[in-house]
C-alpha cells in the first residue's frame, strides 16, 4: 500500500481515512488514479482535487459509504456500487452491532485485495457480469441463517469466495488461531489465500506448458483433494517445513498453490509501503552487512525476485524484532526455505508474463 496525501493541506491520510484530520476535507479513493483525494462538494455532488480531467468528473461515494465500511468513489452515471462493493452477493446483518463491526473489518481487507489485485494488473470481474467465471463474494454468520445457495464455510467455488464473519472478530480469530496451532490468522490473509484459488484457473490450469511446470514445483493436483485434505486433518505433515510455507500448504498442490499465492501478496504489500515510506536498514556493528538495505523497489513492477527478496527479508528480520520488543508476536512467523523461493519466484515471473501478454 502506498502512503497517501491530503492535496488540500499535505497531511499525510490513510487507505481507509475518509476525513483529513488536520484541514477536515473529506477524502475518497479514485480507483482509475489508485489514490486518496480530498474532495470538494459542489451542488450535492464531489469532485476530486486529485482529478485532473476536464470537464472534472462528476463523483459520488459508494453506496456503502453510509456504513462506513467504504470511501471509494464512483462515477456519476455508473453503479452506485464501486468496483470493490459490486463484488459483494451476501453480507452480514446489520442490524446486529457485532455483525456490522466484522463487517467493516472484512470490508477494509477486501478493498485492500482488491487494490493489489489492481496494482498486478489482473483481471477484476463480478459475477453480476460474468456469471461464469466472474468472482464474488459472500459474508456469512453463524448469527444468521446462511442462504441455501451459500457455503457454510469459508472457501472458494468457481469463483465465489466465502469468508466466515467471526473472522473479522479478533478474539473469535484469535480462538480460531489457537485451536488449529496456527502461526498466524489474519482476515487479510484469508482473502490473499482464497483469491489465489480463484486465479489458479486463468493463469495456470488453462495453460499446459504452465501447468505442466506447476506440477513440476507443487505436486500433481490431479490427485483427490477430498482424500488429501482428510489424510492432512489425521496426521498433518510432521517434514513440511522442508519444501512449504505452512503445514496445510502440504496438504494438497492446490492449498500450496493458495498458502504461497497469499504470501506473495504479503511480500508484495509489504515492500510497497517499506518503499514508499523511503525505509532502510543501517546496522551498527561488524558481520550485519547482510542487514544494510534501501527500500526502494516497486515490486509489483520489478521483474528479478531475488532483488524483491533482497529487501524483503531484513526488513521482516528487523520488524520481528521490534515486535518482540513490544512483546507481540513476530509480524511474519516464517521462513522461505529454498523450495517456498522458488514456488514464490515462480508466481512473480507468471505475474509479470501475464502483465506483459496483456
Known amino acids: 500500500m502506498k502512503i497517501f496525501s491530503c492535496q488540500q493541506c499535505g497531511q499525510t491520510v490513510l487507505f481507509e481515512n475518509t476525513r483529513c484530520e488536520q484541514c477536515s476535507s473529506s477524502l475518497g479513493f479514485l480507483p482509475d488514479q489508485m489514490v486518496i483525494s480530498a474532495l470538494k462538494s459542489v451542488d450535492n455532488t464531489w469532485y476530486a482535487m486529485a482529478d485532473k480531467s476536464v470537464p472534472a468528473k462528476r463523483l459520488y461515494y459508494c453506496e456503502n459509504h453510509q456504513h462506513q465500511v467504504c470511501n471509494w468513489m464512483v462515477e456519476e452515471g455508473g453503479s452506485t456500487f464501486c468496483m470493490a462493493c459490486e463484488l459483494n452477493r451476501h453480507i452480514p446483518n446489520l442490524e446486529k452491532i457485532e455483525e456490522r463491526q466484522a463487517w467493516q473489518q472484512l470490508e477494509f481487507a477486501k478493498h485492500r485485495l482488491v ?47 466465502t469468508i466466515n464473519a467471526a473472522e473479522g472478530n479478533s478474539v473469535d480469530r484469535e480462538q480460531m488461531r489457537e485451536d488449529m496451532n496456527e502461526s498466524y490468522r ?27 511446470d506447476f506440477r513440476e514445483l507443487f ?8 482424500d488429501a485434505l482428510e489424510a492432512h486433518y489425521k496426521a498433518p505433515n510432521a517434514e513440511w517445513k522442508e519444501s512449504f510455507i505452512s503445514v496445510y500448504a502440504s496438504s494438497h498442490p492446490w492449498e500450496d498453490w493458495a498458502e504461497t499465492w497469499a504470501h506473495y501478496l504479503h511480500i ?76 514464490l519466484t515462480f508466481i512473480h515471473r507468471l505475474l509479470r508474463a501475464y502483465v506483459a501478454e496483456s
Open 219 to 226: 505436486g500433481d493436483d490431479r490427485e483427490s483433494y477430498a
Open 186 to 212: 489474519t482476515v487479510i490473509g484469508h482473502f490473499r489465500h482464497e483469491i489465489g484459488h480463484y486465479y489458479w484457473d486463468p493463469l495456470v490450469f488453462d495453460d499446459e506448458e504452465v501447468l505442466a
Open 268 to 343: 508484495a504489500d509489504t515492500l510497497e509501503t517499506a518503499s514508499d515510506l523511503g525505509l532502510s536498514l543501517q546496522p551498527h556493528g561488524s558481520n550485519r552487512e547482510n542487514l544494510a538495505v534501501m527500500v526502494n523497489i516497486d515490486p509489483y513492477r520489478h521483474d528479478n525476485f531475488d532483488d524483491i527478496l533482497a529487501q524483503y527479508l531484513p526488513l521482516t528480520f528487523a520488524v520481528n524484532n521490534l515486535n518482540r520488543g513490544m512483546g507481540q508476536p513476530d509480524l511474519y512467523p516464517f521462513i522461505l526455505v529454498p523450495a517456498v523461493r522458488e514456488k
Open 115 to 161: 487494490y493489489s489485485l489492481l496494482r498486478l494488473g489482473l483481471p477484476l470481474v463480478s459475477k453480476k457480469s460474468a456469471p461464469e467465471d466472474g468472482l464474488s463474494f459472500d459474508f456469512i454468520s453463524e448469527n444468521n441463517v446462511v442462504p441455501e445457495d451459500v457455503s457454510a464455510m469459508t472457501g472458494h467455488a468457481s469463483g465465489q469466495v
